[in-house]
């Protein structure tokens, strides 16, 4: 066990300036940049590893970054909330401190950062970092009660100690993925002292099907092709991968925090192609070939096959009558598709809403109710696109509170 971490059986009573519970992304970040400053940090984690959402991100390699976020990447009740932490603590911060430590890394697409190797490395750094500030990390270490003290100190009690604090900070992120330990700790913390916390529901989550719908495509689980999904004037273009039991891939997975049961879902088929145009070009080019063949050299063909089983009537493309014509292009460019839910918190990547932000301080993360009170990271009413959007959101919010915490 390195020296900054603390295994569960060590007794960590005593006072300090700040405590962070949470060591996940945006915890540590806060620890490593309050230590910065020569503040007293202790970090606690339920959790027998730190970094478990990191560990896990991007397939192992963590995304942990995005070169092109901005505010517009983000869903909040609030939407200029982010702004401030967003612009103090940059995607190109975190990417210096990526270098510092020497980790290869590369772009997959659309701005994505990957590491070359593990997402270890980002959580070695991490550690490494919180080390050199001298912010201990504890792990195993379940917090039972929270008291305020007076106006300026905390006392918490956990199963390791009783811990005293000047600042305290709740980093204990949302409810997706309970497996790796999520729980609804810090909006209950959030209620107790007065906050109030915005209907939560699993965000970059795929999407269910049932009866019919379901029974469509069931068969072709494993079929990926490129789709622009739209929901409620939102839109993304990136794969679409048909499951056992609905519809994932990136494009839905985005598309499924703007997307409520009852929602239309609106599937662009050919996003490179003016749908009319292609056929009009299709049927002049090879007038005897039918739809379904024409389709399947931009489709999977056995996806094509069923649009022209059950969506669209399959002929030779010369009987096609103009209107006709046009009727097959308003399919083929905006596919309608029921769903009837998500896969939940299972296997979402965040939790949309979450603590109101209008109550927190926007430049500190700190309670306006509360003073010394700070939340940061996903258990905030801030919720990032697919991409690394939510990693820069906890650097940023993390660093946020701790410059001032």
Same mark, same amino acid.
């Given at each position: 066990m390195p020296s900054h971490t603390a295994p569960g059986s060590d007794r960590i009573d005593g006072e300090q300036d700040v405590a962070v519970i949470g060591a996940g992304a945006a915890g540590l970040m806060c620890?490593?940049?309050?230590?910065?400053?020569?503040?007293?940090?202790?970090?606690?984690?339920?959790?027998? +590893?730190?970094?478990? +959402?990191?560990?896990?991100?991007? !397939?192992?390699?963590?995304?942990?970054?995005?070169?092109?976020?901005?505010? *517009?990447?983000?869903?909040?009740?609030?939407?200029?909330?982010? +702004?401030?932490?967003? *612009?103090?603590?940059?995607?190109?911060?975190?990417? *210096?401190?990526?270098?510092r430590h020497h980790i290869n890394y590369h772009e997959k697409e659309l701005g994505q950062l990957f590491c070359d190797e593990s997402s270890k490395q980002i959580v070695r750094m991490l550690l490494d970092e919180c080390a050199v500030v001298g912010a201990d990390v504890h792990t195993q270490c379940t917090v039972n009660g929270i008291e305020r003290i007076g106006d300026h100190h905390f006392r918490l009690d956990t199963t390791l100690g009783v811990v005293e604090c000047e600042s305290l900070v709740i980093a204990s992120g949302g409810l997706s993925i309970p497996s790796l330990g999520a729980s609804g700790f810090g909006y209950d913390i959030a209620r107790r002292f007065g906050h109030t916390v915005l209907p939560t529901r699993a965000g970059l989550v795929p999407l269910t099907l049932s009866g019919k719908h379901q029974e469509r495509l069931q068969d072709l689980s494993g079929v990926s092709f490129e789709v622009e999904a739209r929901c409620n004037g939102a839109a993304f273009r990136n794969q679409l991968l048909i499951t056992h039991r609905g519809i994932s891939g990136p494009a839905i997975l985005q598309i499924s925090s703007y997307w409520q049961p009852g929602d239309d879902l609106l599937l662009?088929?050919?996003?490179?192609?003016?749908?009319?145009?292609?056929?009009?070009?299709q049927q002049q080019r090879r007038p005897d070939a039918e739809l379904k063949t024409a389709l399947a050299e931009v489709l999977p063909k056995r996806f094509a096959q069923r649009l022209c089983e059950v969506w669209l009537p399959n002929r030779p493309l010369k009987q096609y009558t103009p209107a006709q014509l046009r009727e097959v292009a308003a399919v083929l460019s905006a596919w309608p598709l029921v769903a009837s839910g998500t896969e939940g918190y299972r296997t979402a990547e965040v939790t949309l809403g979450g603590v109101d932000t209008r109550e927190i301080s926007s430049s500190t993360m700190m309670s306006r109710k509360v003073p010394g009170l700070f939340?940061?990271?996903?258990?905030?009413?801030?919720?990032?696109?697919?991409? !690394?959007?939510?990693?820069?959101?906890?650097?940023a919010s993390g660093h946020a509170a701790g410059s001032v915490a």
């Open positions: 620890a490593i940049t309050a230590g910065a400053r020569g503040r007293r940090v202790r970090v606690l984690d339920h959790a027998n +590893k730190v970094g478990k +959402k990191i560990l896990m991100s991007g !397939g192992g390699r963590c995304n942990f970054t995005n070169t092109g976020t901005g505010p *517009a990447n983000f869903l909040s009740a609030n939407p200029h909330f982010c +702004k401030s932490a967003l *612009a103090r603590y940059t995607p190109a911060d975190f990417i *210096a401190l990526v270098e662009d088929l050919l996003p490179d192609e003016d749908a009319f145009g292609w056929l009009q070009a939340f940061v990271g996903e258990v905030l009413d801030v919720t990032g696109w697919l991409g !690394g959007y939510n990693f820069q959101w906890a650097w």
